[in-house]
């Protein structure tokens, strides 16, 4: 009876400490934009900064405000030693749109990398972790990507922000006397 209260003890510790995969979010406030003027500039936005909008978007509902997308960034920690991880990183970006503000979340942030690198540098899934490798010979290279996988993501979040508030922030309400 002891063992199995122990094993219990331990699986709901360690359900408790399991690290989350790491994601971005900001609210982005606009002045008097109404919901299907802003729906429209943040589809025209992914169309503008992504290669092909039709690759990227997964779902776009309109009536509900919801966009979201599959998008992904060249990685490359640099020098001739970490080259087995230069690789992407691929993440999900999903757009909740509201009359004069909208919500971008990016998460599902996941490391993978070139084809014919070694398959034990990519790191996979990106989560709150503070080291990805505890043990083993390549312990301190992970983790000093690991690392560096974040602060790059963090800043290039960041970016998809400013940019996607830079191209909503002069967007006029959608205005029915105007259809020509």
């Keep these: 009876m002891k063992k199995v209260l122990f094993i219990a003890l331990v699986c709901v510790c360690s359900a408790t400490f399991a690290q989350q995969p790491i994601s971005y979010s900001k609210v982005i406030q606009t002045d008097s934009v109404g919901k299907d003027a802003l729906f429209a500039s943040i589809n025209e936005w992914f169309a503008?900064?992504?290669?092909?909008?039709?690759d990227v978007?997964?779902?776009t509902d309109k009536d509900a405000g919801i966009i979201v997308g599959n998008?992904?960034?060249k990685y490359s920690y640099g020098g001739m030693i970490y080259s087995c991880y230069e690789g992407w990183l691929?993440?999900?970006?999903?757009v909740n749109?509201?009359?004069n503000r909208y919500k971008v979340e990016i998460?599902?942030?996941?490391?993978?990398?070139?084809q014919g690198n070694a398959k034990n540098?990519?790191?996979?899934?990106?989560?709150?972790a503070d080291e990805y490798a505890t043990k083993g010979a390549s312990k301190s290279y992970h983790n000093k990507v690991w690392n560096d996988i974040k602060q790059k993501m963090?800043?290039?979040?960041?970016?998809?922000?400013?940019?996607?508030e830079n191209h909503t922030k002069d967007v006029k309400n959608i205005n029915s006397d105007n259809d020509w």
């Design 48 to 54: 503008s900064t992504y290669n092909s909008a039709k």
């Design 57 to 59: 978007l997964q779902m």
């Design 71 to 73: 998008g992904n960034t």
């Design 90 to 94: 691929k993440y999900s970006i999903k």
């Design 97 to 99: 749109v509201k009359d």
């Design 107 to 114: 998460t599902n942030i996941s490391h993978s990398n070139k």
């Design 121 to 128: 540098c990519e790191l996979g899934l990106v989560s709150t």
């Design 154 to 164: 963090e800043a290039y979040a960041e970016k998809v922000f400013v940019s996607m």
